[in-house]
């Protein structure tokens, strides 16, 4: 079993950046794929990132590909998700999880997702 926690959340104004680190407890971190994903209230949860075992492959959603750079360092069990040029349209609640599954971008196709850490942007 992984347990994941979010943190790097916060205000930042429209233009500004912030770095998101999801920590993973559990040896077996380096086995998996993982993803971040978002919510706004009232609205899905949408894909935002995914990135493979070693790093060498990642995966982003049309609406932060260019802004938004994901990477993992398998010695410490972290994923971080830099987000830069952040817009109006990116505040919502930002999760990792771990993806057990074959595609990535399908939420049912990831597991032990963490608690979330929240993104507000000011115009």
């Known amino acids: 079993q992984v347990q994941l926690v979010e943190s790097g959340g916060g205000l930042v104004q429209a233009g500004g950046s912030l770095r998101l680190s999801c920590a993973a407890s559990?040896?077996?971190?380096?086995?998996?794929?993982m993803g971040w994903f978002r919510q706004a209230p009232g609205k899905e949860r949408d894909f935002v990132a995914d990135?493979?075992?070693?790093?060498?492959?990642?995966y982003y959603a049309d609406s932060v590909k260019g802004r938004f750079t994901l990477s993992r360092d398998n010695a410490t069990n972290t994923v971080y998700l830099q987000m830069n040029s952040l817009k109006p349209e990116d505040p919502a609640a930002y999760y990792c999880a771990v993806r057990r599954g074959y595609v990535f971008g399908v939420s049912r196709e990831y597991d032990y997702w963490g608690p979330g850490t929240q993104v507000t942007v000011s115009s």
């Open positions: 990135i493979s075992l070693s790093g060498t492959y990642t």
């Open positions: 559990g040896r077996t971190f380096s086995s998996y794929a």
